[in-house]
Nanobody, 126 residues
Framework: QVTLAESGGGLVQEGGSLRLSCAASGHGYDSYAVAWFRQAPGAERQFVAGINWSGGSPEYAGSVKGRFTISTDTPKNMLYLQMNSLKPEDTAIYYC???????????????????WGQGTQVSVSS
């Protein structure tokens, strides 16, 4: 069983920055990939970024590429999402997720992830 807990959300003005954190605990998560998804009101859950827990090349959604950076700190069992140049359309609940992802094409598919955090709200004002 893997437990994920997000933190770091909040209200920020357009153009600002936030760093989201996700603390992982349990067994087996270090052999999985980890990712960030987001869900705006009335919208489907959307892939943001993903990476193998031990590192490697990250995968990003086109809408955040060049503005967001995903990273892991394996000794601390932490996943991060650094978000810069935030836009109002980035407003959503952000979730971290973990699962056995073996192909880059599978990163955006939420059904591939076994474990999810409770989410943290990010609001960007214009």
């Amino acid at each position: 069983q893997v437990t994920l807990a997000e933190s770091g959300g909040g209200l920020v003005q357009e153009g600002g920055s936030l760093r989201l954190s996700c603390a992982a605990s349990g067994h087996g998560y270090d052999s999985y990939a980890v990712a960030w998804f987001r869900q705006a009101p009335g919208a489907e859950r959307q892939f943001v970024a993903g990476i193998n827990w031990s590192g490697g090349s990250p995968e990003y959604a086109g809408s955040v590429k060049g503005r967001f950076t995903i990273s892991t700190d394996t000794p601390k069992n932490m996943l991060y999402l650094q978000m810069n140049s935030l836009k109002p359309e980035d407003t959503a609940i952000y979730y971290c997720a973990s699962g056995p992802i073996y192909y880059y094409d599978d990163y955006p598919n939420p059904s591939k992830y076994n474990y999810w955090g409770q989410g943290t709200q990010v609001s960007v004002s214009s």
